[in-house]
């Protein structure tokens, strides 16, 4: 098996749409990569993609549940007038970086078209000069009244269509780095976990619609029932403009959930082995609801201990996101690692006692 390059594979991943609800394409790339990484595959019924790998102690096993969610925001039809298209947001978007963008409306087949609005001249007094609301914009795919009718319905998808980019030979730009961008994690850690033994079975799962209900982390946590669970997310990098205590700079290490929603003693676990690693890592603290699977997946059964691994990312949910390759790669070599030290007597330290 060749080994997978990462900025490729980044790239790879962001060329495919994958909306909530809608995450048929991407999990397709997903299967590719990692078929031949782990010994089993399946699908659950609300469309997460699941990749066992066994591990090697005696039946029964312990079990890890890695997830990262492979759904992204974006938009959708809500009526269709004069050829133009009406939309709504999927996940959360922020209507000021709509207009102008370039989208695909995945209608009875792929249309690529334009995110737009009227010329300020051509508006309201009070609405000039101002942010318009997402009812006042329009997708034009430069196509005849009749031609968009029969071509576009309501509650079709509407995907970002810009292509991935380089900033800088660390930096990769792009949309749906939310949350792709750790599903990359996942696969680097996959790839690593072939070459070394562990003993725990390891579920790495894409999960579905993460952005909107969390449908994916309740039910893959509920079907695979895992001794501990961890969710790989992306977290707010650091940028101009926004405050330095709950950012964290591009390229300078993944954060580490702290917080109602994280098992304390699976943070300690992780931060000890980052020390011993030399991985550079920061303290995301989180008090209350993480916003991410973890929360799904710590409730589900009689709850299960769960951490929140975040790789830093600039201008979440727009099309611009941006990551830096070296924080993919080191979330990717943390969790290998981690699980390569799990042993039948890693259950005895999960006490909830932050100073155990």
């Known amino acids: 098996m060749s080994e997978i390059e990462l900025k490729p594979l980044l790239k790879t991943l962001l060329s495919a749409p994958g909306l909530s609800g809608f995450e048929g394409p991407i999990r397709k790339i997903i299967t590719d990569f990692w078929t031949p990484l782990v010994d089993q595959l399946s699908t659950t019924p609300l469309g997460s993609l699941h990749g066992t790998k066994l591990g090697s102690s005696s039946i029964p096993h312990h079990k890890i549940l ?20 009406r939309l709504t947001q999927v996940g959360g978007i922020d209507p000021r970086i709509l207009p102008g963008q370039q989208v695909l409306v995945h209608g009875k087949q792929d249309l690529p078209a334009i995110v737009v609005m009227p010329a300020d001249v051509l508006l309201p007094a009070d609405q000039g000069d101002k942010p318009l609301p997402l009812s006042s914009l329009l997708i034009d795919t430069g196509l005849e009244p009749a031609q968009v009718k029969s071509l576009v319905r309501v509650g079709d998808p509407v995907s970002f269509a810009n292509a991935p980019f380089d900033l800088s030979s660390d930096l990769v730009s792009g949309h749906s780095l939310d949350n792709r961008a750790s599903i990359a994690a996942l696969t680097i850690c996959l790839q690593e976990l072939s070459h070394i033994r562990h003993s725990w079975d390891v579920i790495a799962a894409a999960t579905s619609q993460e952005e909107e209900t969390l449908g994916g982390g309740f039910t893959s946590s509920f079907l695979e029932n895992p001794t501990i669970a961890i969710a790989v997310d992306v977290t707010f990098a ?20 702290l917080g109602p929603n994280i098992h304390p003693a699976i943070h300690r676990s992780m931060s000890d082995l980052c020390k011993q690693l030399d991985i550079p890592f920061h303290d995301d603290v989180i008090p209350k ?7 799904a997946m710590q409730i589900s059964a009689e709850g299960i201990p769960t951490m929140v691994l975040g790789i830093p990312l600039r201008y979440m949910h727009t099309p611009v996101e941006v990551v830096n390759i070296k924080d993919v790669l080191r ?15 890693f259950i005895k330290k999960l006490n909830w006692d932050r100073s155990s």
């Open 66 to 85: 890695l997830a990262a969610h492979m759904d992204a925001v974006g938009l959708m039809v809500t009526a269709v007038e004069d050829g133009f298209i």
């Open 238 to 257: 650091r940028s101009p403009g926004v405050s330095d205590y709950n950012t964290f700079a591009l390229g300078k290490g993944v954060t580490l959930g």
């Open 331 to 345: 979330a990717g070599h943390l969790l290998a690692e981690f699980i390569a030290r799990l042993d039948a007597d």
């Open 289 to 295: 609801h993480s916003g991410t699977d973890a929360y």
